[in-house]
């Protein structure tokens, strides 16, 4: 396209919203301009150079499933689909005996896991009974049947199925809190619905495990030359002032080093980062920016563990019924050492620990379900804490995420005509996670070009379809 004849669209933010919306404006013929504060890309999913090792470290485990299409799209388009891993079994601590695994068998969805939930022996048959109610229950109601549970929270549900509480603990919790980053009392039912209607009940690929081979950071490298192939760019290190309003529209970006001048503006920063860009006639003309205060967030804890033995042989383990959720096989270092990550989502209560009391009690966790560890310490670790990790997706938590294109009328519209909003908080559907991130920040585009949109959910089985879930 000539380039006189493209627009420039300045997107703010080079998290993975950011980076989706600009890759779909390049492939669209018009020219992005990526605003990002820090000296790289992808936000809350990237990776760091410990001080104290010169390691490159992830901030934290990132897991995808195979129902995260958008997100698979956009690595597809980055050409690093071929640097995730992918597992099908699930591993959950059973000790003092081996783990459990939950993989699928040969049934079709909603079946295929029913052969290896039933040799699970971390739970009672009673327990197994229970929870098939409930998932018979959550399949029943339907995708769309969930949004009636709004406003309600996921312990509800799981009172009305009358789930054990050892189910509870063992089972619904691990799963839950990982998620959607908030405990079954507190986050609300329809988020929680949704992990388990997408994720375990509608396709027999859903609940495949994807995680990164390479630091998180390298995945978004191919993105540059991507973008600067239509005439965009990157700008790293440079920071968003506030948005520029002239009455009517947003003529561009103020930064730090001076105007960005735009056709429209995607902003792609979190919540409480665009309520500092606006201003107040901004803010009163466009009432998706009226809330983003009221808007709150729930931390997550990784903690980087080095060993100078080998702890564990299994890629990943759920340490069940523990306040460490997931303990990540990340292999053997340059040094020769074993590599564990372990996860703690909905981490309020670690936030105030020191270092050395967090590793403490990971440890007590991995001692718990990892029985050869006992009397083994890391001779290194890294813990990294992430306070405002994900929105907090209490019940009603939906009337405050905004819409990524403007509208006219109500809540959700009303809108200044070239503002476009995008990051894992906006109204996706899906819970703060790196396929909603990429999701609004593919709507954005579309939003802004008239046309694309999502990339289609995976086809759910026909089963499935028959019993009620689509
Ligand atoms: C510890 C942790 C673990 C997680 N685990 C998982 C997981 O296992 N699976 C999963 O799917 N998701 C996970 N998530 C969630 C996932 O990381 C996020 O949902 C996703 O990365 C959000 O992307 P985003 O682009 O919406 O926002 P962000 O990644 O926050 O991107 C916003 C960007 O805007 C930049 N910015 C802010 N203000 C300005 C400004 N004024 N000017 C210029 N730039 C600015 C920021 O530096 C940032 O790069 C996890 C998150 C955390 C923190």
Partial sequence: MARELQRVVAVVGGGLAGIAAAVRLAAAGDRPV?????????????????????????????????????????????????????????????????????????????????????????????????????????????LHGRTAWRGRVFMEFLEETRQPPRAIERFWSPVVVSACNLPVERVAADCAMQVFQEGFLGSRRAGAMGLAAVPLVELYDPAERLIAETGGEIRTGLSAKSLAYDGARITGVVTDEGFVSASAVVSAVPPDRLDKLVSAPLRGADNRLERLSAIEFSPILGVHLFFEQRVLDLPHLVLTGRDTQWMFNKGIDPEGRQHLHAVISGADDWMALAEDAIVERVMADLHACVPRSIGLAPVAFRAVKEKRATFAALPGVERLRPSAEPGTLGLRGGGVRNLFLAGDWCDTGWPATMEGAVRSGYAAASAFLGAGGPVPDLPVSRFSRLLGLR
């Fill in 34 to 142: 990526v605003i990002e504060t820090r000296r790289k890309l992808g936000g809350r999913a990237t990776s760091f150079v410990d001080p104290r090792s010169g390691a490159v470290l992830d901030n934290c485990q990132h897991v995808l499933m195979g129902c995260c299409t958008n997100l698979l799209d956009l690595y597809a388009r980055l050409g690093v689909a071929d640097k995730i891993e992918w597992h099908r079994a699930i591993h959950w601590a059973n000790p003092p005996a081996e783990p459990d695994r939950m993989r699928p068998g040969l049934l079709p969805a909603p079946g295929h896991y029913t052969g290896s939930f039933l040799r699970m022996r971390f739970l009672s048959m009673a327990e197994k009974a229970a929870i098939a109610r409930a998932m018979w229950r959550l399949l029943r109601i339907g």
